[in-house]
């Protein structure tokens, strides 16, 4: 697909000498950074209006159960899609993994719900500090960015796409894959929007090109083959993604409107770590927590036992589990059988804070046990932060898989985490991390 760019007002500066000079939008190797720095924004080239006129609507067809999951369009390559970290780099699979292998590591930022409706500040603090660690050493530095939901708001509206998200990452210099969280497929009632729209436009083209939502920046869409879709950074990760749909709550991944798709892609993916022996890190990613403390983003439990009873028939669960939608930190251990599995929601990448604790109520003191009627496994919150703007930072190596949570107040030089968990491969116990 090749479409005319669009330059908006006074950023042609920023543009990309391969699309000046080409005069086409579609590239033969994907485009991420800018070619030189530029400074943060302070205002939004689109002013976004309030949306609770549309919300107020909403709540009514809530009220009167009129709202359902909504269908969507199939990836391509079911029944399980795949992506690789090569593929999204355009580079030589074996050469890559030759780099990593020696590095020992591959290391890589994960946050979601960053885009903000009121300003392009709290969104800066976060993508500038998560550009920061591009200086580190070389076997340090992150790969990619995997998105967890809720690109834009409210409505995943393509009008909303340059500054919500293509400027607040102008100076990321690596991949951003995308989970599509409910806000990204969700449609304003009133008007004739295709669900997901925006998003499959952004984030699953089947080539490197630059879509005119980019508004005159360089990076090139993310060739993603869908909303669903495994994808592997050999030898040391896979990441297994899922579409939690479009509602406020729960999570919803397999009913009669949507079908079951996503859990044969999820049996199709686990019986192929199994065969294969994969023995790297095995991360479960999808919008929606499976379990919240405290937030007004309940818990997701028919979708958590649909996850749970294809894990219990293939055998092989996840090492962890990433989810945002809840607009904070929270770290949370599920104690499966003998082993231990962390539950990170990381949902407070720019768009707004959510306390745990009621308005004017007590702080919540960790760790503390979850009330989990009707579900056999203890689920401990080990930590959190309602406070802060913040990402993750994941690094695996061929035995460990450790999860920093770095929030943005700490400022760009701090590269101590705030709070972190690793994940012994093997025996999927908690313990220290002792690097590659």
Known sequence: ?????????????????????????????????????????????????????????????????????????????????????????????????????????IVFHATGDTGSTRGPESQNLVADKMAADFSDDEAERPMFFFHLGDVIYSFGEAQYYYDQFYEPYRDYPAPILALAG???????????????????????????????????????AQIQPGVFFTFEAPPYVRVLALYSNTLEDPGV?????????????????????????????????????????????????????????????????????????????QRLTRMHGDTQIPYVVCGNGGHGLARLSRKK???????QQLQTAGHADKVILENYDDQDYGYLRV???????????????????????????TVDLATRKLVHFTGP
């Not at 499959?200 to 920046?217: H, I, M, P, R, Y």
Request: proline share 9%.
């Open 182 to 220: 409910n806000h990204d497929g969700m449609v304003a009632p009133g008007t004739s929007a295709s669900t997901l729209e925006a998003y499959l436009e952004n984030f699953c083209q089947t080539k490197f090109e630059v879509t005119s939502d980019a508004g005159g920046l360089s990076r090139t």
């Open 253 to 329: 991944i397999s009913d009669p409107t949507v079908g079951n798709s996503q859990l044969t892609y999820l049996k199709t993916a686990l019986q192929r770590v199994k065969s294969e022996r994969f023995n790297g890190a095995l991360i479960l990613a999808h919008h929606h927590p499976a379990y919240t403390a405290g937030s007004q983003h309940g818990w997701s439990r028919e979708m958590l036992s649909q996850i749970d009873g294809i894990c219990n028939e293939t055998g092989v669960w996840p090492h962890a589990v990433l989810s945002g939608h809840a607009h904070n930190y």
């Open 361 to 367: 109520g007590v702080p919540l003191r960790t760790p």
């Open 1 to 105: 697909m090749t479409r005319t760019t669009k330059t908006r007002p006074g950023k042609a500066h920023a543009q990309s000498a391969v699309i000046a000079n080409t005069g086409t939008t579609e590239l033969d190797k994907p485009v991420f950074a800018q070619p030189q720095p530029t400074p943060d924004p302070t205002t939004f080239e689109v002013k976004h209006p309030s949306d609770n006129p549309a919300y107020q609507q909403i709540d009514q067809l809530n009220r009167e159960h009129k709202i359902n999951p909504l269908p969507f369009p199939q990836p391509r390559g079911v029944p399980e899609p795949r992506l690789t970290l090569a593929s999204v780099l355009a580079a030589d699979d074996k050469l890559l993994q030759k780099k990593m292998t020696a590095g020992g590591q």
């Open 395 to 421: 690094v695996a190596t061929a035995r460990q898989l450790r999860i920093e949570y770095h929030p943005a107040s700490d400022t760009d030089g701090a590269k101590t985490p705030d709070d972190f968990v």
